[in-house]
């Protein structure tokens, strides 16, 4: 197993830039593929980042892609979601995800184990 906790979140004007952190207990933590996803209010849980287990292979979703970017610290069991340029329609509660698979799955239900959430509010 796996537990994730997130941190890194807060509120930023638009424009502006966070990078959120998860990490990772255990020992293992180069096993999993991981994912980030986010939740604004009243909206379904979706899609932002997955990166391999080795961090060789990234997924950026289309609408934040040239301003997101994820990588990971296999020796600080941490994967990070560095955002740049954030816009209003950022704001989310951000979540990172865990799995052991063979591929790097970026849809929500592949994925086994989740961190709280961090949230992040974009002011216009």
């Known amino acids: 197993q796996v537990q994730l906790v997130e941190s890194g979140g807060g509120l930023v004007q638009a424009g502006g830039s966070l990078r959120l952190s998860c990490a990772a207990s255990?020992?293992?933590?180069?096993?999993?593929?991981m994912g980030w996803f986010r939740q604004a209010p009243g909206k379904k849980r979706e899609f932002v980042a997955a990166?391999?287990?080795?961090?060789?292979?990234?997924y950026i979703k289309g609408s934040v892609k040239g301003r997101f970017t994820c990588s990971r610290d296999n020796a600080k069991n941490t994967v990070y979601l560095r955002m740049n340029s954030l816009k209003p329609e950022d704001t989310a509660v951000y979540y990172c995800?865990?799995?052991?698979?063979?591929?790097?799955?970026?849809?929500?239900?592949?994925?086994?184990?989740w961190g709280q959430g961090t949230q992040v509010t974009v002011s216009s």
């Open positions: 995800g865990a799995v052991l698979s063979s591929t790097v799955p970026t849809t929500e239900t592949e994925y086994n184990y």
């Open positions: 255990g020992r293992t933590f180069s096993s999993y593929h």
């Open positions: 990166i391999s287990r080795s961090g060789a292979v990234t």
